[in-house]
């Protein structure tokens, strides 16, 4: 059964610490999404990659997000520092790209900023 | 700016009632309008609506997309307390991956 798998599931931090999290999309996958979902704002997407190479980032805070796939089987979404607002639960999902636009999410992680 | 409006925003109905949730768009080269239930966890991938007028169906749920008034409706026949969920739509681009997904529909259904 082909899932996104999404590790730490959930992570408590303090203000200033970095946090890694980490995704491992469907195998054959070649889209990935990071998102964002707060009670406020919904789901916001962060950042996206096609073939790994990143395609858009907008949603992404610059000074203190980053996001990378260092290959074809991991994506990882930093933050460093970390603030009480970056609160929220952060989802993985992967593609196929193409016409198939389903994405597949992952469980995602739950991050709490103290 | 692209936008994804869902209504309403929240809904509790009894067992057995159907329902219709309404989501409208205004997204730039428009190709496809997507729909997913999500409970406690993950959204969960429920329909892909690429053309107009053509209903999905799955079960007790269906959906329709009309690309002339730019919006959907999902609709849940003979609802059961397991349908309780968040339903996201979302509005896919002609050329990008990118999803910009409504804020969502909070459905409860009571016994």
């Known amino acids: 059964d082909a899932r996104v798998t999404q590790t730490p599931r959930h992570k408590v931090t303090e203000m200033g610490q970095e946090v890694t999290m980490r995704c491992q999309p469907i195998?054959?996958?070649?889209?990935v999404f990071w998102y964002r979902q707060t009670m406020m704002q919904g789901l916001e997407l962060l950042a996206y990659?096609?073939?790994?190479?990143?395609?858009?980032d907008s949603g992404m805070p610059k000074d203190r997000f980053s996001a990378e796939m260092p290959d074809a089987t991991l994506a990882t979404l930093k933050i460093q520092p970390s603030e009480p607002r970056d609160s929220a639960v952060y989802f993985c999902?992967?593609?196929?790209?193409?016409?198939?636009?389903?994405?597949?999410f992952g469980p995602g992680t739950r991050l709490t900023v103290l | 700016e692209d936008k994804v409006v869902q209504s309403p925003l929240s809904l509790v109905v009894h067992e057995g009632d159907t329902v219709t949730l309404n989501c409208s768009y205004e997204?730039?080269?428009?190709?496809?309008l997507l729909w997913y239930k999500q409970e406690k966890k993950a959204p969960t991938f429920l329909f892909m609506l690429?053309?107009?007028?053509i209903e999905k169906k799955s079960g007790r749920l269906s959906s329709i997309l009309d690309k002339k008034e730019l919006f959907s409706i999902l609709n849940i026949t003979a609802t059961q307390t397991g349908d309780s969920a968040i339903y996201l739509c979302?509005?896919?681009?002609?050329?990008?991956?990118?999803?910009?997904f409504g804020q969502g529909t909070r459905l409860t259904i009571n016994p």
């Open positions: 999902a992967s593609g196929l790209g193409g016409s198939y636009n389903e994405q597949f």
């Open positions: 195998l054959g996958h070649n889209t």
């Open positions: 990659f096609r073939n790994r190479a990143p395609l858009d």
């Open positions: 997204v730039t080269n428009f190709r496809s």
């Open positions: 690429t053309s107009s007028g």
């Open positions: 979302a509005a896919c681009q002609e050329g990008a991956q990118k999803l910009v």
